[in-house]
Nanobody
């Protein structure tokens, strides 16, 4: 079992920055890929950024050049540095982690990010 605890959401003006953090508790196996997703009201969750255990990152086109995903394997923590925020970035952000030999996916509880214009 893996528990994910997110932090760092909030309200910010357009053009501002926020940093999300997600700490994973895991005991027996390694945390493999970790990522961030977001969900707009009434919409499906969509991938924002993902990073492998080795540090290879991929981003949605909408956030490329503005945001950076990173991780600390020793702490089982993934970060999302969000710069140049736009009102359309307003959503609930969820952390995801793939764990163990079968890459089972786990989700955090979600954190609200609101960008005012």
């Amino acid at each position: 079992q893996v528990q994910l605890v997110e932090s760092g959401g909030g309200l910010v003006q357009a053009g501002g920055s926020l940093r999300l953090s997600c700490a994973a508790s895991a005991s027996r196996f390694d945390i493999n890929s970790m990522g961030w997703y977001r969900q707009y009201p009434g919409k499906q969750r969509e991938l924002v950024a993902v990073i492998t255990r080795g540090g290879t990152a991929n981003y949605a086109d909408s956030v490329k050049g503005r945001w950076t995903i990173s991780r600390d394997n020793a702490k089982n923590t993934v970060y999302l540095q969000m710069n140049s925020l736009k009102p359309e970035d307003t959503a609930v952000y969820y952390c995801n982690a793939e764990y163990g030999l079968l890459n089972r996916g786990y989700w955090g509880q979600g954190t609200q990010v609101t960008v005012s214009s």
